[in-house]
């Protein structure tokens, strides 16, 4: 059900504002309207003044240097409910920041250098056998490059290079380190070190650059050196982590600060949206019907008698906020419904019927006792394990229970335990349809289920736009509504099932079924009535889709079951296992994803009417991040 | 002779629309995901736009299912 809302108008005296923002704040039953948007309002917005705007600036600041020190550790520190004085948090802020950031800079030094120093350690061993020996070179210094092999020659003409400067003064000692890689290490007195640099630097070749420390020591020692600093900057990274956590775990108080501050600044942004005069302010905004006496009574306690909640005439023009509300077993389908459109103010609220019809369609495709059972203990756990850390995840699981209710019951209906299993082991047998042989009555059935769907989506549709007197859209329901069943009528006499004088009044009933989807739509009807009626047809059909996914399903179940009955016992047990899991899987993702494109397309097609914007109330709910 | 033919009819039927189906959604998807990318609240309408291609091989299957069931007997 969509939740009637009443527009308001809070007017009151200008010294009692901030008690009654903070109020309705509180409160969190109310969604501002910007008065620059409301028409009924006259009164220019009110500006924040000097001391306000200063006040944002602040807060604002404050609240971003809190995001960076708390983000600076994964747990929180427990909050501490009292009241925090905001006016010292900021000195409080300065005297421990520096500390706590340069912790944090000296922690992503130590991780820089964590990431680099393998990449060293593997460019060192690649050069390693080239220069067993490099000890008593004392006044030389030693530059290691590496070079693609396809462009080893880049080394002859470092060699000309160096020999020019140096005049003979220098070894290059290369070779192959791996198949496309060729090394080099250059050895040249240490007086010329600065012309080397810059020489190296202008010659194609790839100088392998080591960190400061390790630059004069030869190559074995260096790696040594590093193999041993990588074993321990883990343990320095941890110590600096903990000691960042532990100055931020003895601040508790900063996570009730953030959340005043959040607070606060929501509060100060509202008054954007108000408008005012010298002396009084004027307040618009949707209050959900069944809350507007609590809101009443809430302004009252803090306006002392000088600001009134007033009724607002609702406008054309106006569009309220759409807040759904459905008894707690429906709820997680509003995400679903919400998931394509958010349904329109005034239109139908179809989460109900998608809790009615979504799970038995799932039902009716997956049906098997066993994966019923597994899916229901599946998401039990997942309501239990999330219900706080991912409590959408939490929601969606009560899909899956309701889900796994109806296939466990389809399953009783089809006679199926993880396939034929059931039959195997227990002759079990279907109480109606054995869908690996009955075909032909299992895909009659799904198109009339889906019929049935359509023809109520149609009587939705025909109420829907009788309400809202649109005579287009009661005109196309109720000829999509006869030729439909004219269509049945028609199959049901070629087919036998009804005596051959119901031909004439079939026929009849899809003309006048097509004459009124086209009468309505002009010249255009002539070709959109007839593509609607071929439309409906394929509606009907696309419910095909429930007995071809279900007979998909059972097929791939016995194919567990034969394989699990080759080979030795414990073999088979675990292809089967395997198999039934796979399928298990694309059991509960594909009749998910297809139950809820029924609705979608065929379904809500019919009647729905999207495009609304979901009810978000000024209020607490920010809190939360 | 008669049932093989039948039997390549019905294959060819769903084969077909389902070789269709897979182009349209391949389209549809890779654009479905772009736009998803800017606009994360158009998930509903993308699945929904995806969806719709199914229809074909859905019909296939119906034809298929014909072919077998009221032809081969």
Redesign the interface.
């Known amino acids: 059900m969509l939740v009637p809302m009443t527009k308001v108008h809070v007017i009151g005296h200008r010294r009692r504002l901030e008690p009654t923002v903070q109020a309705l704040h509180r409160l969190s039953s109310i969604q501002l309207i910007d008065v620059s948007d409301d028409a009924s309002v006259t009164m220019p917005p009110l500006a924040a003044d000097d001391d306000q705007i200063h006040e944002i600036e602040e807060f604002r600041y404050l609240r971003a240097r809190l995001d960076a020190l708390l983000a600076l550790t994964p747990e929180r520190p427990s909050e501490d409910a009292t009241e925090v004085d905001l006016s010292d948090l900021r000195a409080e802020l300065e005297s421990v920041a520096p500390e706590v950031e340069e912790l944090a800079q000296s922690y992503e030094e130590l991780k820089a250098e964590l990431d680099t120093l393998p990449r060293h350690v593997q460019s060192l061993r690649r050069l390693l056998p080239l220069v067993p020996e490099l000890t008593g070179l004392d006044g030389y210094d030693t530059a290691a490059v590496i070079l693609d092999a396809r462009h080893a020659s880049a080394l002859g003409t470092l060699n000309a290079a160096l020999d020019e400067l140096l005049s003979g003064n220098f070894e290059i000692i290369s070779g192959q380190v791996d198949t496309d890689t060729v090394g080099a290490v250059v050895v040249t007195p240490r007086k010329a070190a600065a012309e080397v640099q810059a020489l190296l630097g202008r010659q194609q070749v790839n100088r392998v650059r080591l960190p400061h420390q390790f630059e004069s020591v030869p190559f074995r020692d260096a790696i040594n050196m590093m193999e041993r600093r990588l074993v321990e900057l883990p343990v320095e990274m941890a110590t600096v982590q903990d000691r960042i956590t532990a100055i931020i775990r003895g601040h508790g108080q900063w996570v009730t600060a953030r959340d005043q501050l959040v607070e606060r600044l929501n509060q100060l942004a509202a008054i954007h949206h108000l408008g005012a005069t010298p002396h009084t302010f004027v307040l618009s905004g949707w209050v959900p019907a069944p809350e507007l006496e609590n809101v009443r009574r809430q302004v009252a306690a803090v306006g002392g008698g000088e600001v009134i909640v007033e009724l607002a005439p609702i406008s054309d023009s106006d569009e309220p906020p759409i807040l759904m509300e459905n008894r707690a077993i429906a709820q997680p389908f509003e995400a679903l419904v919400?998931?394509?459109?958010v349904p329109r103010y005034g239109s139908l609220d179809p989460t109900a019927l998608m809790m009615v019809f979504m799970p038995l369609f799932f039902g009716m495709m997956l049906g098997d006792i066993m994966y019923g059972l597994i899916l229901l203990v599946a998401a039990v756990i997942v309501r239990r394990r999330f219900a706080i850390r991912a409590p959408s995840a939490a929601e969606l699981s009560k899909v899956f229970v309701l889900g796994a209710g109806w296939t466990i019951a389809w399953g009783v209906v089809y006679g199926e335990f993880l396939g034929d299993l059931g039959h195997r082991w227990f002759g079990l047998t279907p109480i109606w349809i054995n869908r690996e042989e009955a075909?032909?009555p299992l895909?009659l059935f799904s198109v009339v289920v889906g019929a049935a769907h359509i023809i109520l989506g149609l009587l939705l549709g025909l109420w829907a736009a009788s309400r809202r007197h649109d005579r287009k859209g009661l005109s196309t329901s109720l000829g999509s509504l006869l030729a439909l069943i004219g269509l049945f009528l028609i199959v049901g006499v070629s087919v036998g099932q009804l005596p051959s004088g119901f031909m004439t009044p079939a026929v009849a009933t899809v003309v006048v079924g097509t004459v009124l989807m086209m009468a309505l739509e002009g010249p255009m009807g002539l070709i959109t009535g007839p593509l609607e009626v071929m439309g409906l047809i394929?509606n009907v059909?696309?419910y095909?889709?429930i007995a071809?996914i279900g007979i998909a399903s059972v097929y791939l179940a016995r194919v567990a079951n034969e394989l699990g009955s080759l080979g030795p016992i414990w073999i088979g047990v675990i292809v089967a296992a395997l198999f039934h899991a796979l399928n298990l899987a694309l059991g509960v993702f594909s009749p998910t994803?297809?139950a809820?494109?029924l609705h979608?397309?065929e379904f809500f097609g019919k009647f729905y009417e999207g495009g609304g914007t979901a009810f978000v109330p000024f209020g607490a709910v920010e809190r939360k991040d | 002779m008669e049932l093989g033919l039948l039997a390549v009819g019905a294959g060819l039927a769903i084969g077909l629309a389902a070789l269709a189906t897979g182009y349209a959604q391949a389209r549809i998807g890779s654009a479905g995901i772009g736009a998803l990318a800017e606009k994360p609240e158009l998930?509903?309408?993308v699945?929904?736009l995806i969806?719709?291609p199914?229809?074909l091989v859905?019909?296939g299957?119906?034809v298929a299912?014909m072919i077998i069931?009221l032809l081969g007997g």
């Not at chain 1, 919400?338 to 459109?341: G, P, R, V």
Request: proline letters at 0%.
């Open positions: 919400s998931l394509l459109s075909i032909k895909l394929g059909l696309s095909l889709r071809a994803v297809q809820l494109r979608y397309v | 998930t509903g309408r699945i929904l969806a719709i199914e229809t859905i019909l299957f119906a299912a069931l």
